[in-house]
């Protein structure tokens, strides 16, 4: 989202014509560069050929509305609509169940691969190398097979266990996966052509870098949302709300330079956006923690083949007394505070948005440079591509899934039964002993002559 | 191992000419590397000094003892002495037991990440770049601590609770490998230099995909090693035995080639090779299942706080008879025949072997056409990099740990009784009920 600020400053017609001069620049360069990347001292990276000026891309409507205002307001309130617009969408899916949510998050993560790639097409005028669209299309649809049926696995347990074909899909499921990417491996081989070796290694290290990006952490993001959509959308929440306050905050406070990278960020903005987004979450998680509808895991019900979200809220997710230090006591005048434990988490992962979440745009906003694009596509007008609004979020992503793993869930019990009744005779007679010793040494076990009989 | 087949055939002359193929070809180079379409794939690429992958790298005493004859034979002579040196090294070391092998295996894969980032240093200059050797042995060293922590966790379950740094650390492990990881990632953004901003994304993918492919199938190796030696030794050597036996074939019987990308690989030598693997890892399966020391997993000791190989052999490690189909019965005379089902299981893992394990080298001749170089380093006289002695290897690896996945071992009952401490005590009960009326239906349960 560093776009947001880079470009809401500057003049639309300042910016195409900043366009056209570096259009200019690097074709002088190009000409003068002669050695490919080894010179880098005297000259910026050139050699980038250059990805076309996206049109504007501006529905008619919105135009038509805003005919009126010159063209730097015109830009601004194109760009808040839309915001608004994104905003109400994200409520709106969320209100329709996690069903629609993965969807969502499927359809995006095939944007942001489509996009990627594409950039490396226009990188390396790969388009007419032989098969590599389909090649990159095919390794997206493994990888995603691979994850999807892991995740499936895990969550629809015993609807695979009932139907025939998927219990068998289920069991081999490794191997096969493994078969469809070696597939692709050898069509990969096979279609090495002579004078493209490095084009097409490069384009497959391309594929696979974005696919671990883009792809591994669409599926945190399933894993996290299957611990409760609160997992969901706080954490999405709180990135999206680092990037408005900090834009504010720099607006109007903004005034020294944090990064070279990004030369419109300022501390002043990343401050204040690190204040303003942990007492959001605070705030979010209050309201959120209340309703069984985000706290509770989303399950698979086998009788109505639906996914239900209702359960007992877990410890987490109940009002608790906290005392306060007594600086804060003598500040506010009460003595303990009712929270929800969540909203420490929260606090953590508040500052985890704030802090490292914006080096993903850093990251990104690095990459653009490199490859002399200006956004990644041109899906959102005023935004620019999904990646663009999406670059923060990945690390975010993976921060709670981690968290999660370490400091909130422990494992998956239907996944462990299901190993344990894989597991050979005496291997599950030594586990029951050894679990034996330990419920009967924890008291749970009331009296044994009752259990065994 | 195709660089074997090709230099055996000719090797001074293709040196010439690969020298040719790089004085720079000054007006052709309109536009930078990236435009290929228009000319030959030599124009583009910036040189990649031959001088490390071509000096020659032959110990003394080897030179000595070959003056007198030709360079040809002396070639040949070279590998073949190093490639006996290399097996006896093989035999050495599994000799010695488990704990030496993972720490060949890491040593390995360490030279080999090496060997991959030199040449990516080289194609892109980017030895002045600030701050990026550091960080890709930083990365090499987070996504190992990652890997080994997590095997640790699972095979030393009972050495990690007793001690309470280590419980500790295994506790909070991924959550200390993503840190780690963070703080690479962060220092990278950090480090982004204004010019040479392509150049850093381009290592710092590089750097990713080399651990994709090496750390992680290493590791892969490595497990497999844990659920018995014969999971180690066997795939290993057939792949060893396909890239001989291909060779042998096709220098007495080649006259088809296979692919464009190799031209000294024939259709005779593929076709030989196969039969040849599958017939030697029928024989290498029959002769290793005999012994406990290579059947067995690996297993930790808590009290001698080493590793034992002792075990009662699982059921495709025990001789068993087969019936023939009546073909055979017909041909050979015999009715039945004693095989151990491993043996059924190595037929599997050699086709793999002979008819995919290739194309890993197909990969790896192609990357190094594609930058331009002939080795990937000069480690080994007569052969080249560990990568090259490598590359047919690594499919292998993970084909081995996903055929055992799928059709051989369950899941591994100490990280179950693990995650089963872990859960909530309500679960824990629900579990146990579950497993008690399984047991008792099976009888397992001695009655009270």
């Not at chain 1, 009002?319 to 505070?337: D, K, R």
């Amino acid at each position: 989202m560093t776009e947001l600020r880079q470009r809401g400053a500057k003049e639309s017609d300042a910016s195409l014509q900043q366009q056209r001069s570096e259009d200019k620049g690097s074709d002088n360069e190009l000409k003068a560069d002669k050695d490919g990347v080894s010179d880098n001292e005297a000259k910026v990276d050139s050699g980038v050929p250059d990805v076309p000026v996206p049109p504007d891309d501006t529905p008619e409507v919105l135009n038509k509305a805003l005919s009126g205002l010159s063209s730097r307001w015109k830009n601004w309130w194109v760009r808040g609509i839309l915001t608004l617009a994104m905003i109400s969408f994200f409520f709106f899916i969320i209100y329709l169940g996690p069903m629609v949510l993965m969807m969502i998050v499927l359809c995006v993560q095939i944007k942001c691969f489509q996009e990627i790639i594409t950039i490396g097409y226009s990188v390396y005028h790969s388009y007419h190398l032989p098969w590599f669209r389909t090649l990159s299309w095919y390794f997206l649809l493994c990888v995603n097979y691979f994850f999807y049926g892991e995740t499936v696995t895990d969550y629809f347990f015993t609807l695979v266990q009932r139907e025939e074909p998927l219990r068998i899909l289920s069991k081999y499921h490794r191997f096969i996966s493994f078969a469809l990417y070696l597939t692709g491996f050898c069509m990969f081989v096979l279609s090495l052509v002579k004078k493209h070796y490095r084009l097409q290694f490069y384009m497959f290290g391309w594929t696979h870098v974005t696919l671990l990006i883009v792809v591994t952490q669409s599926h945190l993001i399933i894993h996290n949302l299957f611990e409760g959509m609160i997992w969901f959308i706080v954490p999405i929440s709180c990135v999206i709300c680092n990037d408005i306050m900090a834009y504010m905050f720099g607006f109007f406070f903004g005034r020294t330079p944090l990064i070279k990278l990004s030369p419109k960020k300022t501390w002043e903005g990343f401050i204040g956006g690190f204040f303003a987004t942990i007492v959001f979450g605070i705030l979010l998680s209050y309201f959120m923690a209340s309703y069984r509808y985000f706290v509770c895991p989303v399950e698979f019900n086998n009788d109505s083949n639906s996914f239900q979200v209702d359960c007992e809220p877990s410890e987490l997710f109940q009002l608790q007394e906290y005392a306060l230090p007594s600086i804060m006591e003598s500040v506010t005048g009460w003595t303990t505070v009712r929270l929800y434990p969540f909203q420490i988490h929260s606090i953590a992962l508040s500052s985890f948005a704030s802090i490292v979440g914006p080096f993903g745009g850093f990251f990104a906003s690095g990459f653009k440079r490199a490859f002399k694009i200006k956004d990644f596509a041109n899906t959102i007008p005023g935004h620019g591509g999904i990646m663009d609004r999406f670059d923060c979020q990945y690390l975010m992503a993976t921060f709670v899934n981690v968290y999660i793993a370490s400091f909130i869930r422990g494992p998956n019990p239907a996944k462990v039964i299901q190993q344990l009744l894989a597991l050979r005779p005496d291997q599950q007679l030594h586990i029951f002993n050894s679990l034996k010793a330990h419920l009967m040494e924890k008291g749970l076990l009331p009296a044994l002559d009752d259990v065994v009989a | 191992m195709t660089e074997l087949r090709k230099r055996g055939g000719g090797g001074d002359d293709r040196g010439s000419e690969a020298d040719s193929d790089h004085r720079p070809q000054s007006d052709a180079e309109a536009d930078a590397d990236l435009d290929v379409d228009c000319k030959a794939e030599g124009a583009d690429v910036p040189d990649v000094p031959l001088s490390t992958a071509d000096t020659d790298n032959t110990p003394e005493c080897l030179n000595k003892a070959l003056e007198g004859l030709p360079p040809r034979w002396k070639n040949y002579w070279i590998r073949g002495v190093l490639s006996m040196a290399m097996i006896t090294f093989f035999f050495l070391i599994i000799y010695m037991g488990p704990i030496v092998l993972i720490l060949v295996v890491m040593t390995v894969q360490i030279k080999c990440f090496q060997e991959i980032i030199t040449i990516g240093y080289r194609v892109y200059r980017s030895y002045e770049l600030p701050w990026f050797r550091t960080l890709s042995w930083y990365f090499l060293v987070c996504v190992n601590y990652f890997f080994y922590g997590e095997t640790l966790a699972d095979y030393f379950g009972a050495l990690v609770q007793r001690e309470e740094p280590l419980q500790f650390l295994s506790r909070y492990h991924r959550f200390i490998s993503f840190a780690l990881y963070l703080a690479g990632f962060c220092m990278f953004v950090l480090s982004l230099v204004k010019k040479h901003y392509r150049l850093q994304f381009y290592m710092f993918a590089w750097t990713h995909v080399t651990l994709l492919i090496v750390v992680t199938q290493s590791h892969l190796v490595i497990q497999n090693l844990f659920e018995g030696m014969i999971w180690f030794i066997v795939p290993i050597s057939i792949v060893i035995c396909n890239d001989i036996m291909a060779y042998l074939f096709g220098f007495f019987f080649g006259r088809t080639p296979l692919i464009k990308l190799s031209p000294k690989k024939t259709w005779e030598g593929f076709i030989g090779g196969f039969f040849s693997t599958v017939l030697f890892s029928f024989m290498l399966a029959y002769l290793l299942s005999q012994f406990q020391y290579f059947v067995c997993p690996v297993g930790f000791n808590s009290e001698t706080n080493g590793f034992t190989i002792e075990c009662a052999p699982t059921e495709i490690f025990i001789l068993q008879t087969y019936t023939l189909p009546a073909v055979i019965q017909n041909t050979l005379g015999w009715e039945t025949v004693k095989l151990y089902p491993f043996q059924i299981h190595s037929i599997f893992l050699s086709t793999f072997a002979s008819l995919i394990g290739p194309f890993g080298g197909f990969f790896a001749s192609g990357f190094k056409r594609a930058f331009k170089i002939k080795d990937f380093a000069s480690t080994i006289p007569g052969h080249g990099g560990i990568m090259d002695r490598f590359d047919c290897q690594y499919l292998m690896a993970t084909f081995v740990h996903v055929y055992i996945a799928s059709f051989i071992r369950g899941p591994n009952p100490s990280k179950v009784l693990q995650q089963l401490l872990m859960l909530q005590p309500e679960q824990q009960l629900s579990i146990f009920f579950t497993l008690h009326s399984q047991l008792k239906e099976r009888g397992l349960l001695p009655p009270v």
